[in-house]
């Protein structure tokens, strides 16, 4: 895929995560779009290739982040948060054993 096509491609799924990940949030929504539209205008006359698959990287990292680690609260009171986490955040629950077990 030519690095034209793959930019694009990443600068599509930044958005498509943002909307997922700050879903009924318009001023969250809003500052996502603003701040990936001004990295990629920051970044657009670049032509070096290294720098382009340095860019990508970090690109990738962070939509992987915004999917992965985001989660949306809202205030519902003076001292309480209600969390709202997405289906795909919702792993497994997977207990925890302080004790070591005993190989027999």
Do not use: W
């Not at 001023?27 to 720098?51: G, M, P, V, Y």
């Amino acid at each position: 895929m030519g690095s034209r096509a793959a930019v694009l491609k990443l600068f599509r799924a930044l958005h498509r995560t943002r909307q997922q990940v700050f879903k009924n949030d318009a001023r969250a929504l809003e500052a996502a779009r603003l701040k990936i539209n001004e990295e990629f205008r920051n970044h657009q006359d670049e032509t070096s290739s290294e720098r382009i698959a340095e860019l990508m990287k970090i690109g990738s990292d962070v939509e992987f982040l915004l999917r992965t680690s985001v989660i949306q609260g809202l205030h519902t009171g003076s001292d309480s948060l209600m969390l709202i986490p997405r289906k795909d955040l919702l792993l497994d629950n997977v207990p925890y054993c302080d004790s070591p077990t005993r190989k027999l």
